[in-house]
């Protein structure tokens, strides 16, 4: 399984933008970056996700490198709900599996 | 549409005993995934099945883990029998095949596994 890096923890403060950083300098060619995040004691939900370009949705935007080997979720203004540890997955290969990391623990300061 | 389901939320067991979770994907998702999430780490996969054949189970400790997904649609795994560090939270998640990787996986609430 291809292998990503991420801090194991940031903090930033509430109505701030939030820049999470993702190393995966192993990614192949028709790999999918994904992200996730887990509110506490809640299953893992579905941000984003992109393959060359960058990506924006109602959540979050996905910035790629030109490389892929690096990606950043960016959120634009935090708030306190999006406290969660924030997960960085590549996706490929016909099997499509799902394969979790230790992720990067964002507090938000009020 | 309705999210993946899964029971019980809770149980405590004793060690030795036997326990079984299940899960109800979301209508005509053909991947479901099993996971096992220790306090304070990520998940980590034990099971993927595509409709109802097994595509990856090799974190799965077979020799008291089981799973099953007849029919293709919902999914028990079954612990047997169980102990101390089988504590954890147990999700279940489910995600079509139509867009391939292109595409989201849901999650469920999980089940949460104390055993003493």
Request: with cysteine; aromatic share 8%; glycine share 8%.
């Amino acid at each position: 399984d291809a292998k990503t890096t991420q801090p194991n923890s940031m903090e930033s403060n509430e109505e701030e933008p939030v820049h999470l950083p993702c190393n995966h300098s192993t990614i192949s060619g028709t790999d999918y970056i994904h992200w996730y995040r887990q509110l506490p004691s809640q299953g893992p939900e579905y941000v984003i996700h992109g393959l060359t370009s960058n990506v924006n949705n109602r959540m979050a935007s996905l910035a790629i490198a030109e490389d892929r080997k690096s990606s950043t979720l960016i959120l634009h203004r935090a708030t306190l709900r999006d406290a969660a540890v924030y997960y960085c997955i590549l996706r490929g290969g016909g099997a499509q599996k799902l394969v979790f990391g230790q992720g990067t623990r964002l507090t938000i300061n009020p | 549409e309705a999210g993946v389901a899964q029971s019980p939320r809770y149980k405590i067991i004793e060690k030795r005993q036997s326990v079984a979770f299940w899960c109800n994907p979301i209508s005509g998702h053909a991947t479901l995934y099993w996971y096992q999430q220790i306090l304070g780490q990520g998940p980590k996969l034990l099971i993927q099945f595509q409709n109802n054949g097994v595509v990856d189970d090799s974190q799965l400790p077979k020799d008291r883990f089981s799973a099953e997904r007849l029919k293709g649609v919902d999914s028990t795994l079954k612990i047997q029998p169980a102990k101390l560090e089988d504590s954890a939270v147990y999700l279940c998640a489910s995600t079509t095949l139509a867009r391939g990787l292109n595409t989201e996986a849901f999650f469920g609430q999980g089940t949460r596994l104390t055993v003493v």
